[in-house]
């Protein structure tokens, strides 16, 4: 698959979350806070996947390369690859 494909994939994903966010009622704070959660974390996982991995994939197709590398993606918002 290519890796321009599996990134617009992350933002669909995204997109969908915060539509679900959006639904919600100004009561659902557990809701909330679950989607939130999982927003930072996708947001996260793709920063870093993009960082790495996205340089190279404008020249040639790493769609398993970059799959493989969102699994090694930190889950924290307060990692800074760049900052190594």
Do not use: C, N
Not at 21 to 37: C, L, N, P, Q, S
Not at 63 to 73: F, I, M, P, R
């Amino acid at each position: 698959m290519d890796a321009i494909v599996l990134l617009r994939q992350d933002h669909k994903t995204v997109e969908k979350l915060f539509k679900r966010f959006e639904k919600t009622g100004d009561d659902d704070h557990k809701d909330r806070r679950d989607i939130v959660d999982k927003v930072i974390e996708e947001l996260t996982v793709h920063a870093w996947v993009e960082e790495r991995i996205h340089p190279a994939a404008r020249e040639v197709e790493l769609g398993e390369q970059l799959q493989a590398a969102k699994s090694d993606a930190p889950r924290t918002p307060l990692y800074v690859p760049s900052a190594e």
